[in-house]
């Protein structure tokens, strides 16, 4: 099972703590702007925070929303004596709800899942077992390029002709000179990368063309694996392998070997042979 929501939560109380004794301690000296600015900003995280992990984690997102809500009712109770102390409040936590919302749902999605463009490169040219194109979108690490590029290297191992390339408007989108494909996505926002996921839906009917997913993420691929296996069956591709890799969790758990590259390089030997 993943830490990353445990602790995410651990740290979430400990700012919440953190908030509450600022709160109070702007309350004690009468520091109207503090009362108001600095648990606004905590019910404005809150919220944000419940909001990012509702689909992955609802429970925790009931908790956070929860504790939001106690923190407003504290504070009101504290403040309802205080001037204008508690609107300050309100408006300062929808201020930050509202930025965070924006900064995610547009300037973040659209900067992480922007088209990159790269030219085709060739491995193994004169490979005669088949020809496999790999498409993926490198996110804003390497893993994923790292990770697509062991496929390909143990498919190159077994004799493979592998093209490789990033998921743009200038990759193939004729796939009949190709007996598989390959599709790498980093996972945001618990969904594989938008970029990719238009690459899929503009290629139309795969005709039942063998398809590998690789789904990469730092701990947690639990709604992006199969998210991207029912993106390639609505597509009509048959699903060969769908392959979850994590950058940041053991993957002990999945291939019974640490290193994520040897991992992915050993899938690639499992394979079929294309039938000619």
Known sequence: ???????????????????????????????????????????????????????????????????????????????????????????????????????????????????????????????????????????????????????????????WRVEVTTASAQAPKDLSGYDLLVLGAPTYDWQPAKRLQAYVKGLGDLSVKPTVTIISGAGYTELSQPAMERLVQEAGGELVQSLPVWSMRPNEDLYSISDPLEAMRQAALEIPTPQR
């Open 1 to 159: 099972m993943s830490l990353m929501p445990i602790v995410t939560i651990l740290v979430i109380l400990v700012l919440l703590v953190a908030v509450c004794w600022l709160a109070y301690w702007g309350y004690t000296h009468q520091h109207v702007w503090l009362m108001a600015l600095i648990p606004g900003l905590g019910v404005g995280l809150l919220l944000s925070a419940a909001t990012m992990v509702r689909l992955p984690f609802p429970v925790a997102a009931i908790v956070l929303i929860v504790l939001a809500l106690l923190l407003i009712a504290g504070c009101w109770w504290t403040y309802r004596a205080t001037d204008g102390a508690f609107v300050r409040l309100l408006a300062f936590g929808a201020a930050t709800f509202a930025l965070l919302t924006v900064l995610w749902s547009g300037v973040l999605s659209y900067w992480i899942n922007r088209e990159v463009v790269s030219p085709l490169d060739v491995l193994n040219p004169g490979g005669e077992t088949g020809t496999a194109l790999v498409v993926y979108h490198p996110g804003q690490s390497s893993f994923q390029r790292d990770v697509s590029y062991a496929f390909a290297e143990g498919l190159v191992s077994k004799g």
